[in-house]
């Protein structure tokens, strides 16, 4: 039975090395070509304009029409729709047409694949068994790699979208003293704001025209940014709407709102400045630690990482560390 593994494996990596030698092969003469193109380009007489894409750009072409491609099979599919709405509120303003939820869907399966495959080969050349196990592991791990850097995007685009509010808020304000609607309001201010503030009063100057109502456009803005400054904004607008005033009292009273809390947060921003650094510097020691030792004695780790015992050590170790991380992200947080 492991001679039948071993000759399957060997099998399966002569097909491997014949692919990647396949592609070398093709490598070198796409190289030899290029070479010649290049050693007859003084000879020849290029036109002005040129529209040849680049092996770059076809390959980034090719990518999206798979991306596409993917998309239109599991679009059919109810919950992967379901699922591919949360991932809307990352697509900007100018990608509206050209991209959508379920495109993330796709890119997430697509990486799944890869590291499966890439799982497989690796097991390969171990000349080890491959589990379903590892399978499973390795495809939930590119699935959901994906979600790491669209989170710390995300938080990116928060934070600019908290500072720059005040901003959108006071040329509203002033348009607003200035006789304008409350469209022509929005209007200068994803004219004249750039950046992630910019590209969310396009999607609102585009829900305001398609009918939606003030609330609910900016209800929807509260949604995709998650801020509490945005749903203070809605809920204003919502009673506004619903019992009457001067419009322009109400964006002047946001505006001294938004203005004392920014003044305060630069505060205590100043204040815990220095507690903030000890929290991130503890947080790095352990890792410090972890790499002189592993550079004194490379070996001092193995325990950890060849036993069952070690691996749930690695486990508690892990959990105690994120569960340390955000029980004193949260004492120091200061809610305003």
Known sequence: MEQDVIVELLVVQIIVITLLIITILYIIKARHNISLERKFNKYTVKPLNTNELSIFDKLVLLLNNLVKKVSNIIS???????????????????????????????????????????????????????????????????????DIFVLIEYNKKRKQISEDLLKAIIIMNNAFKSGMSIMQAIEIVKNELTGAIGDEFKKIYLDMSYGLTIE???????????????????????????TGGNIVKVFK?????????????????????????????????????CFLIFILNPSYFNPLFKTELGIMVIFLIALLYVLYAIIIKRIMRIDI
């Open 253 to 289: 009273s946001i505006e001294r709102e938004f203005f004392d809390k920014k003044k305060l947060t630069d505060e205590l921003k100043t204040t815990t400045a220095s507690s903030t650094f000890v929290y991130k510097l503890l947080l790095i020691i352990p890792f410090i630690i």
């Open 216 to 242: 609910t456009v900016f209800d929807r803005f509260y949604n995709r940014v998650q801020l509490e400054d945005a749903k203070f904004i809605t809920t204003s607008l919502t009673l506004l709407n619903k």
């Open 76 to 146: 059919k599919s109810k919950l992967l729709s379901k699922y591919a709405s949360t991932y809307e509120k990352h697509i900007t303003y100018d990608d509206l047409e050209t991209r959508k939820g379920i495109d993330y869907i796709s890119v997430k399966l697509l990486i799944g694949i890869f590291t499966v495959l890439l799982f497989i080969i690796t097991e390969m050349f171990q000349y080890s068994k491959i589990s379903i196990i590892g399978i499973i592991l390795s495809f939930l791990v590119g699935f959901f790699i994906i």
